[in-house]
């Protein structure tokens, strides 16, 4: 079992930027793949993007020219880099863990562990 812990979420003005963290523990061993995902509600949650275990990184289209995934497996965390940021923006941030199917990085269904989330609010 792997358990995620997002943080870093807070209220920022437009233009700003964030940094999310996740924090995997447990069988850290199992995990292929670390994804993020946003959502507002009453909608769908969102792909951001994703990273595997060589470091190899996706993103959705609308948001790689703002958004940057890293991580650092000797702490077995993962982050997101949001910069110019806009209330477009605003949402629960989650991450989640898990072994997606070639091309479906952004499908909830193929993580099988998340984090609990952490709201960003942009105003």
């Known amino acids: 079992h792997v358990q995620l812990v997002e943080s870093g979420g807070e209220s920022v003005q437009a233009g700003g930027s964030l940094r999310l963290s996740c924090v995997a523990s447990?069988?850290?061993?199992?995990?292929?793949?670390m994804g993020w995902f946003r959502q507002v509600p009453g909608l769908e949650r969102e792909g951001i993007g994703s990273?595997?275990?060589?470091?190899?990184?996706t993103y959705a289209d609308s948001l790689k020219a703002r958004f940057t995934i890293s991580r650092d497996n000797a702490k077995n965390t993962v982050y997101l880099e949001m910069n110019s940021l806009n209330p477009e923006d605003t949402a629960m941030y989650y991450c989640?863990?898990?072994?997606?199917?070639?091309?479906?990085?952004?499908?909830?269904?193929?993580?099988?562990?998340w984090g609990q989330g952490t709201q960003v609010t942009v105003s």
């Open positions: 990273i595997d275990s060589d470091g190899i990184t």
């Open positions: 989640a863990a898990g072994w997606p199917a070639g091309g479906m990085w952004d499908r909830t269904s193929e993580y099988k562990y």
């Open positions: 447990g069988a850290t061993q199992d995990i292929g793949c």
